[in-house]
Structures are given as C-alpha cells and as structure tokens.
C-alpha cells in the first residue's frame, strides 16, 4: 500500500494516555480497531512513545488481530502504521541520531512483538518546535538512514507551529537533496484556528515547495478543548485565559455562556460540530484527519458524521453554517480567533 492509499481517518493514540484518561488500559480498543478497520474509511493508527502506553497498547490490538509481517504479510501492509520519535516526556526530548535509532527499533518490538521482518509505515520526528534546527536534521537522518535500510516507508515531522514545520521540510530539502514525505499538524485546522486552511499553505508551501506527499491535521477538537466536557479544559493545556473563558465550561464566564446560546440557538453540540468541521475543511483541502477516541460511542460519532457528510458532498447544512459564522464573529471580537500560544521555541501570535 503507498502513501496515497491511506484512507481518509487515522486513529490517533494521543487519547490513550493518562494526560487524557485516568485509565487508558480500559479503553476497548480491540473493538475500536475493529469497528475503524471495518468502516471503509479507515486504514492507519498514529501513535507514539511520547503518549504513554499507546504503543504497547496499540501492539496487543495489531498482534492479536495479526496485522503484523510475521503473522500475515497480506493483512499487515493493508493498514497504516504510523508513529515518532524524539520527544520522550513533557520536558524531555532526545533528537541525538543513535537515540532516533533506538527508538525505532524500539517503536517496532512494541508494535509488532519482534524486530525482525518488521518495519513502520510512516515516522515523523515528534514536536520539532522544541529543538534546534541542527537538531532536527540530526534526528532526520536518522530517519532517513533507517528507511534506505527498509526499517521505515516513509518519513516526516509533527508539531504545532505550521511555520516551523514549513522550515524544516525545506532545510531538509536542501540538506538532503529530497523531500520528506508527510508532516502532521495539530490544533491548527479547528473552529477556533483554522490557519491550516489555506491554499498558500497547503497547495503552495506543503505541497509543491516542500515536496509532502500528504498532510495530517491531528487534535481537531485541539487537545480536547472543544470537547465541551463537563470537567472543562484539560489542566495541561497551553492556551490562554481568555481562550479557557470561551470554551471551559467547568468555568462560568460571559462568554462560555454565549457561546453555549448560540450552540442552542443552532440544536448543536460543540464537539460533534467541531468534528464535522474538520472533516469538510480537510477533504476541500486533501488532509487526512487524525481523531483521538476514548471509547466506541466517539468512534460512532465520528464514523456516523463522516458518512452522512459525504452523502452530502461534504457540505454544511444552513444551520451548521450560521451556528459557526456566529461562533466565528464572538471568537474574532474577544481576540480568541486563531489565537496561538506558545511552545517550544515558537512563540505564540494573536
């Protein structure tokens, strides 16, 4: 299967982390796979060491079902398998060429139970906004070494800053002589940052400039933000207080309850109109779209809104599209309107 053939949702793996579940070992993540697998479009998991148990966790789910080499070489390069390296905790990263190496190999065993006659579909280098450019192109060496040596498909890099993503896939480029081959954005193709919704981006700067063969956009509810849980906003979570003001409903404030008015108003739930959103945005675009699930009911969701949005042709209904201008114009007069924070080296922009 090439790169062109992974279908339109990835499975991310952020979710099974206790940064966003108490307990990620109770997620039925079996009958998840299965249910995604099965749905037609579907074919690929995004994980990493970074979030947790997610690599073992994923491991069981492919060893079990035999999507690995050994147990079924069909089976196995039918499905995407997708992870990083790099970032190792919160505050810890190591982008030296002997630990990218390691981590691969590591990536592998706990995927697919053996090193040998295994290999990775796609591996992008984890949050690059928190290293030097040096740095990065050490790790991406690595990178590039372990895929001439058929340990890797295809490889690329992740974070949050699409300029710097952008700088590193050019570096690279001119270092290197050729391209990489996908990258991986977050929490800019969202309600309240669509930034990555831009043909000067995507078209001329990805594409053409940067050679990508295809363009993730993960946390399209931005790290849970616009999940509307009732427990509010995750307490790791970077963004500032007027943003927190808008979309923490664990916090009374003017404008969380204006919001909530104009959500009624419509007959609409904030995460599920989020999710919509992403998924018209990222086929006008030719992203693919990375959701992170915490249990079956969110995957229906998910399946059930992909589908009736492509029954109709990826398009909003004149509610969907009044309800988000509305939530659009209340976002640009608080300032909270691509509002960015700050990570890494990159500092955030209003």
């Not at 190591?94 to 390691?102: E, G, L, P, W």
């Not at 929490?187 to 700067?205: A, M, Y």
């Not at 970077?238 to 108003?265: A, G, T, W």
């Not at 009736?308 to 509305?326: G, P, V, Y």
Request: proline residues 2%; negative net charge; contains cysteine.
């Amino acid at each position: 299967m090439e790169i062109s053939d992974i279908l339109p949702i990835t499975l991310g793996g952020a979710t099974l982390n206790v940064q966003y579940n108490d307990d990620p070992q109770s997620i039925p993540l079996l009958e998840m796979v299965e249910r995604a697998f099965s749905s037609g479009i579907c074919n690929s998991i995004d994980t990493s060491p970074y979030y947790g148990d997610s690599e073992m966790l994923y491991g069981k789910v492919l060893q079990h079902l035999n999507y690995t080499n050994n147990a079924n070489s069909l089976k196995r390069k039918s499905i995407f398998v997708i992870t990083k390296c790099g970032r190792i905790r919160e505050n810890e990263f190591d982008y030296t060429y002997d630990a990218i190496i390691s981590s691969i190999k590591r990536s592998i065993r706990r995927l697919f139970g053996q090193e040998q006659s295994e290999f990775l579909d796609l591996v992008y280098l984890h949050d690059i906004e928190f290293q030097t450019m040096d740095q990065r192109m050490e790790a991406l060496k690595a990178l590039k070494d372990l895929k001439t040596q058929g340990l890797i498909r295809f490889i690329g890099c992740s974070g949050y800053p699409i300029s710097f993503i952008y700088e590193t896939c050019i570096e690279f480029k001119k270092r290197f002589g050729e391209s990489l081959d996908g990258t991986l954005s977050y929490s800019n193709g969202c309600l309240q940052n669509d930034t990555l919704f831009d043909n000067e981006v995507i078209d001329q700067r990805f594409f053409k400039e940067c050679g990508l063969k295809v363009v993730s956009n993960g946390s399209i509810l931005s790290m849970s933000m616009l999940s509307q849980h009732a427990l509010g906003i995750k307490p790791f979570h970077p963004c500032q207080k007027i943003i927190r003001e808008m979309f923490d409903f664990n916090v009374k404030s003017s404008l969380n309850q204006q919001l909530l008015q104009i959500l009624d108003k419509y007959h609409q739930r904030l995460p599920l109109l989020a999710t919509k959103f992403a998924i018209i945005k990222n086929f006008q675009y030719n992203l693919l779209t990375v959701v992170g699930i915490s249990n079956l009911e969110e995957w229906n969701d998910c399946e059930s809104i992909y589908k009736n949005t492509m029954s109709n042709d990826f398009k909003f209904s004149t509610n969907e599209e009044l309800c988000i201008k509305e939530i659009d114009d209340l976002m640009i007069s608080n300032g909270i309107k691509n509002l960015t924070w700050n990570s890494g080296y990159y500092k955030g922009k209003d």
